[in-house]
T-cell receptor
């Protein structure tokens, strides 16, 4: 069964550095998402992306964050000037259509540790 | 905020049916009920969803009450690998993207 893949599985970065988290969505999917989960807390929506532009973003997704689909397969989340509080699991998801009747399928995440 | 209420934890014996309840008393006519689960710190795994009819797939069954104010996810023969946090999420039928996760139900399946 097709799946969303994320790399790396664990990223350790010094505070203040930039980090890029990578995702390969399911191949025929057109809608892409990033969520994060701080240890012990809820899964939180960050951003959704379609047709090479952001379609929705949360208050968390400020100027520190950006997303890109650099080619036909990858979807990336860039975090600039990382802070200690950016430490979390970051999950990528994709779906083939938007709307209530289309499930989003998640990858297994990247654990980001900021030192 | 999440529009659903779930018990924080439940236990189930291996091989028995696990029935996980969810209250969504404020659900509107255009909202779907979705179930996901999260095993350890893995990504949320889609299980099933429905609008008003009961649904069944290879993983589970979803029973939605006639007034749609509550639902039950049924794992017919729970295994140890079903130990996870189960999330019930209501989602609008229109073009909205995000899933809003609550704290879910931690299901512990024991031998």
């Amino acid at each position: 069964e097709p799946e969303v893949t994320q790399t790396p599985s664990h990223q350790v970065t010094q505070m203040g550095q930039e980090v890029i988290l990578r995702c390969v969505p399911i191949s025929n999917h057109l809608y892409f998402y990033w969520y994060r989960q701080i240890l012990g807390q809820k899964v939180e929506f960050l951003v959704s992306f379609y047709n090479n532009e952001i379609s929705e973003k949360s208050e968390i997704f400020d100027d520190q964050f950006s997303v890109e689909r650099p080619d036909g397969s990858n979807f990336t989340l860039k975090i600039r000037s990382t802070k200690l509080e950016d430490s979390a699991m970051y999950f990528c998801a994709s779906s083939n259509r938007v709307g209530g009747n289309q499930p989003q399928h998640f990858g297994d995440g990247t654990r980001l540790s900021i030192l | 905020d999440a529009k659903t209420t779930q018990p924080p934890s439940m236990d189930c014996a291996e091989g028995r049916a696990a029935n996980l309840p969810c209250n969504h008393s404020t659900i509107s006519g255009n909202e779907y009920v979705y179930w996901y689960r999260q095993i350890h710190s893995q990504g949320p795994q889609y299980i099933i969803h429905g609008l008003k009819n009961n649904e069944t797939n290879e993983m589970a069954s979803l029973i939605i009450t006639e007034d749609r104010k509550s639902s039950t996810l049924i794992l017919p023969h729970a295994t140890l690998r079903d130990t996870a946090v189960y999330y019930c999420i209501v989602r609008e039928r229109r073009n909205t993207d995000k899933l809003i996760f609550g704290t879910g139900t931690r299901l512990q399946v024991f031998p």
